[in-house]
């Protein structure tokens, strides 16, 4: 009986890689906290010199002072990703509209007080946004990215033809982005029932309601075969 092919693991980064991404997140932690105290005042040297790096540093890393929020941004909206894509367990696959609504759930769900504080400095960018055009343009950029990402995933998953796939992609991303926006606008905790997890959920419900290639379990191999690499029929 043909199983739900498992993706190679990826390879393990360097650890000249991981010290890269520990620099640049803590740059965004700082960069994040700056903007969301002092809005466009702030410039690139600031953020250097709060983070603790030299300026030249800072800019072999980012482009721009704006750019420096990017990577805090990008690791809430890429976990759920990570964690879709990884291998369901057992042998009877969930639909996987409920499994993009875990994986969701799962990543605006702080585990632990650096997630908790992760989310909160969001929060401080989000708010600080309706004035900084730059800031936002960087905010819907790691959304662009990250709805790119999600398209393989779930062509893997559904074998669906590449306009559902982009559509189930766009959706999937939109409630995940208007979860944490949503939020973000009010002062509720982030574990409550007005929190981005819970909000998330209702929204991956309500934009792939008309999606039926979500409701199905995961494609088998020989599905995919027949339609192509890329899901066309």
Do not use: C
């Not at 993706?7 to 620099?23: D, Y």
């Not at 994040?32 to 702030?42: N, T």
């Amino acid at each position: 009986m043909p199983t739900e092919p498992r993706p190679a693991p990826l390879p393990r980064p360097s650890l000249t890689e991981r010290r890269k991404a520990e620099t640049q997140l803590e740059i965004a932690r700082t960069a994040a906290a700056l903007f969301a105290e002092r809005g466009a005042a702030v410039t690139a040297d600031e953020i250097a010199r709060t983070a603790g790096v030299a300026l030249r540093t800072f800019y072999r890393y980012f482009r721009t002072k704006e750019d420096a929020v990017a990577p805090l941004l990008a690791v809430g909206v890429r976990q759920w990703i990570d964690d879709l894509a990884a291998p369901a367990d057992g042998p009877d696959a969930p639909p996987v509209r409920e499994r993009l609504e875990r994986a969701a759930r799962r990543a605006l769900t702080p585990a632990d007080e650096p997630a908790a504080e992760a989310l909160r400095r969001t929060r401080g960018l989000l708010r600080a946004m309706p004035g900084e055009p730059a800031l936002r343009a960087v905010w819907h950029r790691v959304h662009h990215d990250s709805e790119e990402a999600l398209r393989p995933v779930l062509a893997q998953l559904t074998g669906a033809d590449p306009l559902e796939v982009r559509l189930a992609a766009a959706a999937a991303n939109t409630a995940m982005r208007v979860a944490v926006e949503e939020w973000a606008a009010g002062d509720g905790p982030a574990d409550g029932p007005q929190g981005p997890a819970a909000t998330v959920a209702r929204a991956v419900r309500a934009l792939t309601a008309g999606l039926p290639e979500l409701d199905g379990a995961p494609a088998k191999t020989g599905r995919r075969a027949a339609n192509g690499p890329g899901g066309g029929r």
